[in-house]
Nanobody, 123 residues
Framework: QVQLVESGGGSVQAGGSLRLSCVGS?????MAWFRQGPGKEREGVAN???????RYADSVQGRFTISRDDAKNTLYLQMDSLKPEDTAMYYC????????????????????WGRGTQVTVSS
């Protein structure tokens, strides 16, 4: 099994920034960030396959950047220009397999999940 541990969440004001980290117990080729706000369904935020094939939800495009450091088995999510709508529990997810582009924003694609880190953005 692969264990994932997120960190970096916190409370910030609108317009601020946070950087989330996810440390895995081993390398996984496909990784992603999901989030779930109060009363909302879990949604894909960003994902990355291999070195640099990244995708973003329209709602975060241009504000968030996903990256990875494979030497450290670590996934990052740099979040800038945060909005109150970004308030959610953020989860790191991973798969040992390469997935199709169409499936990368689907939670069922991923085999491993972290426990989440809370991000709260106030106006």
């Amino acid at each position: 099994q692969v264990q994932l541990v997120e960190s970096g969440g916190g409370s910030v004001q609108a317009g601020g920034s946070l950087r989330l980290s996810c440390v895995g117990s081993s390398y996984t080729v496909t990784m992603a960030w999901f989030r779930q706000g109060p009363g909302k369904e879990r949604e894909g935020v960003a994902n990355i396959v291999g070195v640099g094939d990244a995708r973003y939800a329209d709602s975060v495009q241009g504000r968030f950047t996903i990256s990875r450091d494979d030497a450290k088995n670590t996934l990052y999510l740099q979040m800038d220009s945060l909005k109150p709508e970004d308030t959610a529990m953020y989860y790191c997810a991973a798969s040992r397999y390469r997935q199709s582009q169409r499936s990368l924003m689907q939670s069922t694609t991923y085999d491993y999940w972290g426990r989440g880190t809370q991000v709260t953005v106030s106006s």
